[in-house]
C-alpha cells in the first residue's frame, strides 16, 4: 500500500488547518489577537478524536503545510494509520 500523505491522514483523521485571523478576533481571555498571530494556522480536530489538551499543544505554523506536518507527526496519524492498516 502506497503511504499516504500528510493531507490525506489530516482528512482521513478529520484534522482541520485555519488561519487564525480567518477565524478569531479575540483570544480565549477575549482580548484581540496580536498582529503578528493573525497570519499564523492552527490545528483543529473533533473534541473526541484525541486526548484533551493534544490539539491546543500544536504550536501555531508558518504556513498551512507546515501546520499539517506538525498535526501528522505530534498526534502520530501515521502511526495510527499503520496500525489501523495492518
Not at 12 to 41: H, L, N, S
Not at 51 to 58: L, Q, S
Given at each position: 500500500?502506497?503511504?499516504?500523505?500528510?493531507?490525506?491522514?489530516?482528512?482521513?483523521?478529520?484534522?482541520?488547518?485555519?488561519?487564525?485571523?480567518?477565524?478569531?478576533?479575540?483570544?480565549?481571555?477575549?482580548?484581540?489577537i496580536p498582529d503578528g498571530e493573525k497570519d499564523k494556522w492552527f490545528v483543529s480536530?473533533?473534541?473526541?478524536m484525541f486526548p484533551h489538551g493534544e490539539i491546543e499543544a500544536i504550536p501555531l505554523s508558518n504556513t498551512e503545510a507546515e501546520a499539517e506536518a506538525l498535526a501528522v507527526s505530534r498526534?502520530?496519524?501515521r502511526e495510527l494509520q499503520e496500525a489501523i492498516d495492518r
Amino acid at each position: 500500500m502506497t503511504p499516504a500523505s500528510i493531507s490525506e491522514l489530516c482528512q482521513r483523521f478529520r484534522i482541520a488547518i485555519y488561519q487564525v485571523g480567518e477565524v478569531y478576533e479575540t483570544d480565549q481571555d477575549g482580548r484581540p489577537i496580536p498582529d503578528g498571530e493573525k497570519d499564523k494556522w492552527f490545528v483543529s480536530a473533533p473534541a473526541d478524536m484525541f486526548p484533551h489538551g493534544e490539539i491546543e499543544a500544536i504550536p501555531l505554523s508558518n504556513t498551512e503545510a507546515e501546520a499539517e506536518a506538525l498535526a501528522v507527526s505530534r498526534l502520530g496519524l501515521r502511526e495510527l494509520q499503520e496500525a489501523i492498516d495492518r
